[in-house]
């Protein structure tokens, strides 16, 4: 049995013990990747989408569940969801651009699009938080060290109310792609956080969306601990002129389907 | 991606696949953590209960860039639908908790226990962890330890081995407190749900 420790110290986490090649990342994705399809195609069904059991991210090796989860039916509190309102979230911290007395460097961004349930129905009224790198790859939180400038002018943390028909929208700059130290050359591709809640606690997420034609996806085993392409698309905004608003921000959709429950999928629902 | 909108029959089978998740990464804590996180209640205040633990990895290391949130029933196993998570006021209780684990590995609330919100069901948090290093969230519960009697007769912890049960029942403190910690892995490993 595992003996109780203190912690040790997060600075000294962030870099793996075994520090492995790039090449070597690929060929354990490949390789764990290979094994799912085969398993898919032998009819083995995965409910969980993303794989807790995901080695080519170092740090999960002693941090995931060994044990499947216990499928249980939600009781009460698990089918209900905290209750967000308009004085929890100000209007004006859906524009990480306005935070701060000057503007941030970078390419503005307009990211929009909808939050609906498994059954397609608008999540209403619910809290969306995110928070990214600013546009050099760099995180303001004190253990990014990385020699990429900060900006004073980006925190690069968000929150909005989605509306009565699941609507979200936040005005932000572009991140960068980030350095990290779980293998050599590590790169993470450009991505934002959102964490979601549904309408049951259930369907609670916290996830990443990415942008297309980062030619960062096949070597990262964040992005890759999602074993299907078509799942890995899910976390992809597409670009949507419609939402450009002109001189002044790129304009992106993104959706966003909170099911937390296991189920078969109607398919086709989308497209790209 | 753009979901095409369709409405499927509400609480059927078929569904649209979902988002998937991913994990929360090593700097959370500027996007998500707020000072009034842990506080659901002001401490001390009356009905108040201390509840804290450890988030432990594979090797008994506790991990120190988790986030832990709790979800509760009222008092007598109601519904919470007030507003006010984020910018509490020291009175109405929303029943909703965040806690980032501290350089120690430690995570803390302040709230009221939650009543049984259904007949022959032991009260319990609902419970969300997410880490660094953890791929995707893990959901589960932390029943509150005194009715021996309602532990036993609620089904889903009689469906459970002995020590899988003991990963989910908080600990009552001399002083009131609760303790539970959550283990990623090993032979004390938290029983961890899925819907």
């Known amino acids: 049995m595992a003996e109780v420790q203190g912690a040790r110290k997060p600075e000294e986490m962030l870099a793996s013990d075994d520090f492995p090649t790039q090449r070597r990342i690929v060929e354990e994705i490949a390789g764990i990747h290979e094994r799912f399809d085969a398993a898919e195609a032998a009819g083995e069904h995965h409910a969980q989408r993303t794989l807790w059991d995901f080695p080519p991210y170092r740090s999960s090796i002693l941090r995931h569940p060994t044990k499947n989860p216990k499928l ?190 296991h189920a078969t999928w109607f398919e086709p629902e989308g497209d790209h | 991606m753009t979901v095409i909108e369709k409405e499927l029959p509400e609480g059927g089978d078929r569904m649209l696949r979902g988002t998937p998740g991913q994990t929360i990464g090593p700097f959370f804590k500027f996007g998500l953590e707020y000072a009034d996180g842990p506080y659901v209640v002001p401490p001390y205040s009356p009905g108040a209960i201390h509840i804290s633990g450890y988030v432990r990895d594979g090797a008994g290391f506790a991990i120190p860039d988790a986030l832990v949130e709790i979800w509760g029933a009222g008092p007598d196993g109601s519904q919470i639908t007030e507003h006010g998570s984020l910018h509490r006021d020291g009175h109405r209780f929303t029943g909703f908790g965040r806690s980032a684990t501290d350089d120690e590995g430690r995570f803390f609330f302040w709230t009221r226990e939650p009543g049984a919100t259904e007949a022959g069901k032991a009260p319990f948090f609902a419970v969300m962890l997410f880490a660094r290093g953890l791929p995707n969230k893990l959901h589960t519960r932390i029943y509150l330890p005194d009715d021996e009697a309602a532990l036993a007769a609620d089904p889903f912890l009689a469906s459970l081995a002995p020590e899988e049960r003991a990963t989910l029942v908080a600990k009552r403190n001399e002083d009131g407190s609760l303790s539970h910690d959550l283990w990623m892995q090993g032979e004390k490993e938290t029983v961890f749900l899925a819907y």
């Not at chain 1, 498994?118 to 990214?132: K, T």
């Not at chain 1, 990429?148 to 929208?169: E, V």
């Not at chain 1, 964490?195 to 070597?219: H, W």
Request: proline share 8%; glycine share 8%; no cysteine.
């Open chain 1, 72 to 261: 249980v039916d939600p009781e009460s509190v698990e089918l209900w969801s905290p209750a967000y309102g308009q004085r929890d979230v100000s209007e004006i911290e859906a524009d990480l651009t306005l935070q701060h007395a000057g503007e941030p460097l970078g390419q503005r961004m307009t990211i929009r699009g909808r939050i609906l349930d498994g059954w397609g129905r608008p999540v209403a009224n619910q809290l969306v938080e995110i928070w990214q790198a600013n546009a050099a790859g760099r995180y303001i939180h004190q253990r990014d060290q990385h020699p990429a400038p900060l900006d004073p002018n980006f925190t690069g943390a968000g929150r909005t109310i989605t509306d009565d028909q699941g609507w979200y929208s936040f005005t932000t700059i572009k991140p960068g792609a980030y350095p990290w130290k779980n293998h050599q050359n590590a790169w993470r591709p450009a991505h934002i956080h959102f964490s979601l809640f549904g309408s049951k606690f259930t369907q609670r997420l916290v996830t990443q969306v990415y942008f297309p034609g980062d030619p960062l996806f096949a070597l990262d085993p964040i992005y890759n601990s999602i074993p299907d392409q078509q799942d890995r698309d899910r976390l992809l905004a597409t670009y949507d002129h419609d939402l450009t608003v002109p001189e002044f921000s790129l304009g992106f959709r993104w959706d966003i389907v909170l099911t937390g429950k």
